[in-house]
């Protein structure tokens, strides 16, 4: 038999913890729309942002190694994937809309430019005292305004609770009501699940990446606080000294995942229990008196951030890395400072858009979306390669 919408609703609210965000409280829409019959809020958020050409195009869009490196390695879209998996899985044992969190992991990275992380430090530079440029505030952009898709309004019309919680903590966002009721309300913990979510997928998979790559070294993560921890999950067959990094390199990740995850979900219920956390407004109360609700064990937290160190200067500092980051910064440059003498390179559907947010917020919405390989495409169409790819 089927179910309908008041059906489903009440289903929910029956597995839901009182301190998780219902679909009834999910907040309304900028943009009035009849509600489905038998999809809920947050299910319709998530399949709008799937659906969405922001989406689609993280599958080209670099992780750590650009997609040129090779095809195993993890991409923006392949990272997103994984996050959403994690934040759902960690938001189902504790009671939280798994929906609503595994929509905003599937939303966190899509106003990331192409090149990572260096993509993203060049836009800032560019757009210095132009309004800036940050991945999380152009997620943002991305599903208020950006996508097209509906005839009767811009971007994605989400819930609101869906773009609360896309929306990262300190991130420099324009004043409007949303922003009040952020910095009121706070995060809720389905939020909070995914920034540490986050947090977790890349260290994994970056270790697992880097070790696969060659470029981290077994011994030299061995040397590592959370290594007593890993090696203590490893299966038998795979505790030999002798062994190769690529043949234990996967299950490294995956032991770094479980083991991420298990501390964090256990904190996070003794955390919960502790300031007495039931309801969303508890929450907020806690939100406003500088509280951590989601956070690993002390003595965890010590290992994580050993590893993530380990990561920043083995990883992305070793010089492979920083060679295919200064690559990318560059043709960012060259890309924009093209577009900017040459304004009728851009798209129609960027220029019409001109007048309303200038030049330079055009040219930095443009490049922000495109993928590695089209902005290297570009630069050969364009007529202004300067290195082989």
């Not at 909070?192 to 790559?213: F, K, M, N, Q």
């Amino acid at each position: 038999m089927k179910k309908g919408r008041n059906e489903l609703l009440a289903e929910e609210e029956k597995i839901l913890a009182p301190y998780a965000v219902s679909s009834r409280n999910s907040g309304s829409r900028a943009y009035e729309e009849p509600e489905h019959p038998y999809r809920l809020p947050f299910q319709r958020d998530k399949d709008r942002i799937i659906h969405s050409h922001a989406f689609k195009r993280l599958e080209y869009k670099t992780q750590v190694f650009v997609y040129s490196e090779g095809d195993h390695f993890r991409n923006r879209l392949t990272h997103t994937l994984e996050v959403a998996g994690i934040s759902k899985t960690i938001s189902k044992v504790l009671g939280l809309n798994e929906d609503l969190s595994e929509t905003i992991a599937l939303a966190h990275d899509l106003g990331h430019s192409p090149f990572g992380h260096a993509g993203q430090e060049a836009l800032a530079e560019l757009m210095k005292d132009k309004g800036g440029f940050e991945h999380n505030k152009q997620s943002l952009r991305v599903v208020q305004k950006l996508e097209r898709r509906y005839p009767d309004f811009p971007g994605l019309n989400l819930c609101e609770e869906t773009l609360l919680g896309i929306m990262k903590h300190g991130g420099g966002y324009e004043t409007t009501q949303l922003l009040e009721v952020r910095r009121t309300l706070g995060p809720s913990l389905e939020a909070l699940v995914v920034d540490v979510s986050d947090e977790i997928t890349y260290s994994a998979h970056d270790t697992e990446d880097g070790l696969e790559s060659g470029l981290l070294k077994l011994e030299d993560v061995k040397q590592l606080s959370i290594w007593k921890r890993i090696e203590a999950s490893l299966p038998n067959s795979e505790k030999k000294s002798d062994l190769h990094s690529h043949s234990i390199s996967r299950s490294i990740g995956r032991v770094l995942l479980n083991l991420m995850v298990s501390d964090l979900v256990d904190t996070i219920d003794q955390t919960l229990s502790k300031h007495k956390i039931e309801s969303r407004e508890s929450i907020a109360k806690a939100y406003q008196n500088k509280i951590k609700l989601v956070h690993f064990s002390e003595e965890f937290q010590r290992e994580f951030t050993e590893l993530k160190q380990y990561l920043f200067q083995n990883l992305y500092r070793h010089p492979e890395v920083s060679r295919m980051s200064e690559r990318g910064k560059e043709t960012i440059y060259l890309i924009f400072k093209h577009f900017e003498t040459h304004p009728e390179s851009i798209p129609e559907s960027y220029r019409k858009r001109e007048g309303e947010d200038g030049r330079m917020r055009i040219i930095c919405d443009y490049i922000a979306g495109m993928t590695d390989r089209y902005a290297i495409e570009k630069l050969k169409r364009e007529g202004i390669l300067w290195f082989p790819y």
